[in-house]
């Protein structure tokens, strides 16, 4: 196996038939199988990209290739680098830094097919043995964004492949040099100490190799060592065929209940040629219901975009009204596309994403921003629909009671946070169903600017923590005793340090229950009527019901915090 070769291939013909074209013609006199295949030379986000890893080998026998491939576990990792412009340096921002090279891991497993791999026997006139193997793994790997914006991306694939062992523990792998079999063992310095009776038995051994570095003995690589050998891989070009965004508008119709107008634009890469034929959008509420809008006046899928094309798709969304407390909803957005790149190379886009949607209302919509005429500080946007604990005071952050059922051991999907009006910021809450000792498991967090400014937030979790006390101790001094114990509960002047160290060790400790993992979340820059979906993760270590203190949210940019208690419950089970 030391000639064998590993190679990934890129086909641009989206429908080739790998096994016809390497085996028509000469197929194995040419050294490289990617010669006989036209590769792609653009790649997009987004996309289901068909990959084909082959491996090259030379043949034995036919039992010898089956054991081969059942052996054989093959990796692949893809990474997309480029380069990230540095921040400005400097308070005026004049001066620039060059750029720095990032990189990122857009995709990395095993390539798992359920089909089997293809397998082509061949002849090769140039080598001694004549006969090669090609072993073809076929998967479709998804191509998803980098987590950083990059300049010109690139996109690499890293082929790997392992050998297991068979079951008599042969597994065609070199041995160790510093280990070769049939060599002996350095000299134990511990010999001595083998007739010890106080080791029962036990030979001690320390080798006289662990004192002192020896330099591994020469051995024959041909007949000990195996390389795979990986060919080059190209560098591909990468880009995006398609951009959307979604905007919601609150529907000012006269309907039984709250309604969100979802505006989907599709916009189509300026600097591609390549037109792109959207073939499907569907969306799906959570608890709701989503119509297309005016689906009779425009054109029917699949549709045709040019570069610089921008499709606008309406889609009314509706909660149910089975829980009217709670006004937060989970919507998935999928859009399916392919790229008319030539007649023979169609990539096909998947994109699919979720976010929370908010049916909250206000009372009053035109209760904007006041007017020259009155000017009030911490003057509300809005008036909240949502009823207010008969706990709050004035100028308290008005709270929303949260959805659970008695008993069951699980939270609800969903439940409703509180609403900053001092802030201007609506924050909403959303809990899983159920919660797992041991397991961890996250909050989704929905923060809406309702102020006139853009907001620089920081969320802080603050655990619940017991009052903790000092055991009762029986204080030797009389006089202390005394003064403990008088009626005009007067503190003693002098306790002994003795004392103190006493109150201090018997003081009543208390175990965490929960962890939070998200020191603080930060969400910012937030500019005024957008919104920010985010997440707070935490770590249950105890059964039963579960409290966290508050969830501290502090304005970096007027210093100024307020602490959200209403949260929704917690309920661990094992």
Known sequence: MEDSKLEVLIPNDTEIDVRSVLTSGDGFDQADPASLIEQRSLLYFDENLPVYITLRTPY?????????????????????????????????????????????????????????????????????????VLVIWKSAIPLCR??????????????????????DGNCDKPRD????????GSINLLESLKGDPTLRGKVPRLPASRLSSIAPQSYDRAANDITLKINAQK?????????????YSKSNSHTRGPSVIAVLDIETAPFSQESVKITEIYMQLSDGSTDQIGS?????????????????????????????????????????????ASSICHPTIQMRWKTTVDFSTALNPTFGAPGQSMQRPRRPSSLSRTPAPATNL????????????????????????????????????????????????????????RSSKARQLVLTVIPKRKKGGHLPKTYSSSAVAAAVNSPNDTAAAVIDENILYAMQRNAIH??????????????????????????????????????????????????EYIDVRDLPDIVAVG
Request: net charge neutral.
């Open 394 to 449: 004035p100028n308290q952050p008005i709270s929303a009671e949260p959805s659970t059922k008695p008993g069951g051991g699980a939270n609800q999907s969903r439940e409703q946070g509180p609403w900053l009006t001092d802030f201007g910021v609506s924050i909403t809450f959303s809990a899983p169903k159920t919660v797992h000792v041991g397991h961890p498991f996250s909050w989704d967090v929905l923060v809406l600017n």
């Open 177 to 184: 040099p510093l280990l070769p079999s049939g060599v002996p």
């Open 296 to 340: 009779h006046h425009t054109p029917t899928l699949p549709l045709t975009c040019h570069p610089k094309d921008n499709s606008v798709f309406l889609f009314s969304l509706t909660p149910n009204d089975s829980t009217p407390t709670t006004s937060a909803r989970t919507l998935l957005i999928n859009v399916h596309a392919t790229v008319l």
């Open 146 to 167: 980098p987590r950083m914006r990059l300049q010109s991306p690139m996109i690499v694939f890293k082929p790997s492949a392992s050998l297991r062992p068979t079951k």
């Open 60 to 132: 034995r026998d036919e039992a010898h290739l089956k054991s081969l491939i059942a052996r054989h576990t093959v990796s692949l990792e893809v990474l997309a680098y480029g380069f990230q412009q540095r921040p400005p340096e400097g308070p005026d921002g004049s001066k620039e830094s060059s750029p720095s090279r990032n990189e990122d891991v857009l995709w990395s497993g095993v390539i798992d097919s359920p089909e089997e791999p293809i397998t082509i026997v061949g002849e090769e006139k140039e080598s001694e043995s004549g006969r090669y």
């Open 235 to 247: 560098a591909f070009k990468a880009l995006p065929a398609i951009s959307s965004r979604v905007r």
């Open 510 to 559: 208390e175990h965490a229950e929960i962890i939070s993992l998200s020191t603080d979340v930060r969400v910012g820059l937030l500019p005024p009527s957008s919104c920010l979906s985010t997440e707070i993760k935490f770590l249950p270590l105890a059964k039963g019901y579960l409290k966290i203190d508050a969830v501290r949210v502090t304005d970096v940019a007027e210093n």
